[in-house]
């Protein structure tokens, strides 16, 4: 079972659409990344919690501590948002801190 | 404001050819990584430096060099171009509070397309 899992791992869906993409992990986390890339390009960061939620224009991350769980929703979805989205969560390991990936959600929004 | 530039965008290499990925940052990050992507999988750690003078293992190394002489820069050598080194790479860089240095956002490089035949 992988530390980090992420569901759903393709989404299709329709311009205008509530977006939720899931990440659970199975290890104490000091952080947790939500990052983005788009189609033959780089990789940005979106978000970095610890705790709660935050929201930057049309994202909003969640996570819940005790459940291990977080999420990532995009309201009214645009084609532009369509992209890899990438969980990721800095665990201490074996006295290292390390960052482990989730496998990413493919998301296509059609318009 | 750069944040991390690598360079070259795209490589082709043939087999045993020896070349350098190179990464910098202007954002006096101390945290600097390389990653390879490949199709279907997540991004694997290569190597990665906590400051000048120091660098370490990731999950895949071997057949890659690094260095870390300056904050600024931390070059990937490929001594002897394999075609499994076929990948995209990514450079990436972020703060660290001395303690972990995943508790600050990662900055990624746009990527070098590296095919080996």
């Known amino acids: 079972k992988n530390e980090v899992e992420q569901s759903p791992q393709n989404l299709t869906a329709q311009e205008g659409e509530f977006i939720t993409i899931n990440c659970s992990y199975s290890?104490?986390?000091?952080?947790l990344h939500w990052l983005q890339q788009h189609p033959g390009g780089g990789i940005v960061s979106l978000f970095m919690?610890?705790?709660?939620?935050k929201k930057h224009g049309r994202l909003i991350a969640t996570i819940n501590i005790q459940e291990k769980h977080s999420s990532l929703h995009i309201t009214a979805s645009h084609p532009r948002d369509s992209a890899v989205y990438i969980c990721a969560v800095g665990s201490r390991m074996d006295s290292n801190y390390q960052l482990i990936w989730g496998a990413g959600t493919k998301l296509i929004i059609k318009p | 404001n750069a944040g991390v530039t690598q360079t070259p965008k795209f490589q082709v290499l043939k087999t045993g050819q020896s070349m350098t990925l190179q990464c910098a940052q202007d954002?006096?990050?101390?945290?600097m990584s390389w990653y390879r992507q490949d199709p279907g999988m997540g991004l694997r750690l290569i190597h990665y430096?906590?400051?000048?003078?120091?660098?370490d293992q990731g999950e895949v190394p071997n057949g890659y060099n690094v260095s870390r002489s300056t904050t600024e820069d931390f070059p990937l050598r490929l001594l002897s171009a394999a075609p499994s080194q076929t990948s995209v790479y990514f450079c990436a860089s972020s703060y660290s509070n001395g303690v972990s240095s995943y508790n600050s956002p990662l900055h990624f490089g746009n990527g070098t397309r590296l095919t080996v035949t």
């Open positions: 954002m006096n990050h101390e945290y």
């Open positions: 290890v104490g986390i000091s952080a």
């Open positions: 430096s906590v400051g000048a003078g120091i660098t």
């Open positions: 919690l610890s705790s709660g939620k």
